[in-house]
């Protein structure tokens, strides 16, 4: 029984990586900008993280500085993609790979650093649990503003149609900057998390992958954020629930088993969402194209 | 700083070959009694390293760059070392490998499997350089292979862990189903049961060489299965990072991984290239290089289990003792029969020793070990 819990707890670190980064990514989408910069993000915030927390000994001061490294760099990409009107998916692209290449440079003197003993709250699982539930209030804190406020309203017009939103008065490229930013932040949180709890130290490329499985979902989840939360889980879940039965001995190939959360998340997400009228009421009209204030 | 140093020792090297070059044409007519003066610049070995990852990496590739370290200390002014990091295995290789041919390098270090192809190419085309490449198998009059016996560096931190495991479980989390890391898990496994037959091993696969998170992953669902000591064959010290978390044990590998885990960590299961590296060089010098393919173990001083942790008895730490003297004497080889495999088949018969054909096809798990090695289920 006791392992049932434990995998269960397991499963909700593994989601919560990705459902941070994932629910700050659909709030940008939602604006209308496409950022692939997460991977990049991700892995400049976890070292930001690493290395503040190393330097101060707080590791909440760690979370600020990832939070604020993924903002920051979110902030370049937005001022690109939205005021000179750059290529969103090309710039998202480079991002991506400034991130990989700068923290691999610039953590190179983190490698071996190690964290400071942080006080040992008994359970093991306990302090990772404020982001957890952050995660999961995050999502219901969503779901309520882009349905239910009219700054969601707002922030949902300017992701369809921007033109409207700009003759009805609304500041789009300084609310879509606000989105960008957000989901930067929020990947940031995400880097952190894995730098900082996860697999508390810093190896370059140590994100492997999880930036672009947050991205893969928003889209997969139909920009709702109870879905991306289920699919968090469900990827998280049936990773940990593969390890757990290579290790309990059971017989499938491993190869088999690593592919199995690509999967389940895919088609699942894909069996719910596979009302094409659905996805077209869900998915920005805008979604990665170029706003002229303008035309 | 790395990056400065390389490419000024590059571009010195590109300026000294002009001068001679210059040197040579002007004084070809008059006599050439004053050519000799150049002579110990051109005298100096060249040697080159090409690096698959950064140097910051903290395993494979810091640990060839000891090796070229040992070479410059031990050998000083006779050679030039220079290296090339971050080198990807395709295309990029072959023109690295041609530049440095170019650059006047008479003895090239190619230390990653995915170079092999390239390697044998520029090989081909520049005769008068030798290449040494790094766990290949393909030789050729110009190009040896050489790699280290990291299974033997398994057995021994194996001894540690059947001496420290109380739950009698250890686990393995492994990389990419290869024989090398097949033979590397049923060494951890035979070193813990030469200390208790009854030891139990679990392993669990992450299909990939790099993933911090997966192989943290990994190591949680071993430890939630009942393991408290754990091995790996992946490249990161995530491993030993979780075990530090949750209070178990773990091994560090490739290099010294002390500095992550102070806690967990019961020993370092180290490569030196050194030993192979100032042999391969001094040999050269003497216009001696062999060829051929080497393997080196704890008996050449390629490997060895470092760092072991203060609370192992004294006991173990005998034991591990007397196997790294038999394996340095010859005396003791880690596959000695009798061996069997877990579906209870003998694969060696007592006192039989597995030969080198045995070491390099092991896919099967050895008694005691869960599961069955990927790819073989139906079988």
Not at chain 2, 287 to 305: M, N, T
């Amino acid at each position: 029984m006791e392992s049932y819990a434990l995998l269960i707890g397991s499963t909700l670190s593994a989601g919560t990586v990705i459902a941070l980064a994932a629910l700050g990514l659909l709030v940008n989408e939602k604006a209308g900008i496409v950022n692939l910069g997460a991977e990049g993000m991700m892995l400049c915030a976890a070292l930001a993280g690493f290395a503040t927390t190393v330097g101060t000994g707080n590791e909440w001061l760690g979370f600020a500085a990832g939070a604020l490294a993924g903002a920051l760099l979110a902030a370049v990409f937005g001022v690109l993609v939205i005021w000179l009107n750059t290529n969103q998916y090309a710039t998202g692209l480079a991002l991506s790979l400034f991130g990989v290449g700068f923290s691999a440079f610039a953590g190179q003197n983190f490698v071996q650093a190690k964290l400071p003993e942080l006080a040992q709250d008994g359970i093991p699982y306990l302090r990772d649990l404020p982001l957890v539930y952050g995660a999961m209030v995050l999502a219901v804190a969503l779901v309520w503003f882009l349905d239910r406020t009219r700054a969601g309203l707002v922030l949902r017009a300017v992701g369809e149609s921007p033109q409207s939103a700009h003759a009805l008065g609304y500041p789009v490229r300084w609310i879509r900057l606000g989105a960008v930013v957000f989901g930067g932040a929020l990947c940031g949180l995400a880097g952190a998390f894995i730098s900082l709890e996860y697999t508390p130290l810093w190896v370059e490329g140590m994100v492997a992958g999880r930036g672009w499985i947050a991205l893969a979902l928003t889209t997969f989840a139909t920009w709702r954020p109870a879905r991306v939360l289920l699919g968090a889980y469900l990827f998280g879940g049936v990773t940990m629930l593969q390890f757990h039965l290579q290790a309990t001995g059971v017989q499938v190939a491993s190869q088999l088993l690593s592919m199995l959360p690509y999967l389940a998340t895919i088609v699942v997400l894909v069996l719910i969402s596979r009302n094409p009228a659905w996805i077209r009421a869900n998915m920005p009209a805008s979604l990665g194209k170029p706003f002229y204030p303008g035309s | 700083m790395n990056l400065v140093n390389k490419r000024s020792l590059l571009k010195t090297a590109a300026l000294s070959a002009l001068a001679l070059a210059g040197c040579g044409k002007k004084e070809e007519a008059p006599a050439a009694a004053p050519a000799p003066a150049a002579a110990p610049a051109a005298d100096k070995l060249k040697v080159g390293f090409v690096y698959v990852s950064p140097i910051g990496d903290g395993g494979w590739t810091y640990q060839h760059e000891l090796g070229r370290r040992a070479i410059q200390e031990k050998f000083g002014d006779k050679v030039e070392t220079t290296f090339v990091e971050s080198v990807p295995e395709g295309a990029d290789a072959e023109r690295v490998l041609r530049d440095m041919g170019a650059q006047g390098t008479k003895l090239v270090f190619a230390t990653s499997f995915g170079y092999q192809e390239f390697v044998q190419k520029v090989a081909a085309d520049l005769k008068d350089v030798k290449f040494e490449h790094a766990t290949g198998y393909k030789q050729a009059d110009n190009v040896a292979t050489y790699d280290t016996k990291t299974f033997e560096g398994a057995y021994l931190a194996g001894i540690v862990a059947g001496g420290m495991s109380k739950t009698k479980t250890v686990g393995v989390v492994a990389s990419v189903p290869i024989p090398e890391v097949v033979r590397n898990i049923n060494s951890f496994v035979l070193g813990a049961q030469s200390v208790d037959p009854a030891i139990k091993a679990k392993v669990v696969w992450v299909n990939e060489w790099f993933s911090p998170p997966k192989e943290a992953e990994a190591a949680t669902s071993l430890i939630n299965g009942g393991v408290d000591v754990m091995y790996q064959n992946t490249n990161s010290p995530s491993v030993l990072k979780t075990a530090e978390e949750r209070g178990v044990r773990a091994f560090g590998k490739d290099g010294d991984m002390s500095a992550y885990a102070p806690k967990a960590h019961l020993g370092s299961a180290v490569i030196d290239w050194g030993p192979y590296y100032t042999k391969v060089v001094g040999d050269t010098l003497a216009r001696q290089w062999q060829g051929g393919a080497h393997w080196w173990g704890v008996k050449e001083g390629a490997i060895d289990l470092l760092k072991i942790a203060d609370d192992v008895p004294q006991e173990i730490k005998d034991r591990v003792a007397k196997a790294r003297a038999g394996l340095r004497d010859g005396s003791f080889a880690v596959w000695t029969g009798p061996v069997k495999d877990n579906t209870g088949k003998e694969v060696l018969a007592a006192g039989q020793v597995g030969d080198l054909p045995f070491l390099s096809s092991i896919n099967f798990y050895v008694a005691g070990v869960e599961g069955k090695v990927p790819g073989t289920e139906g079988k």
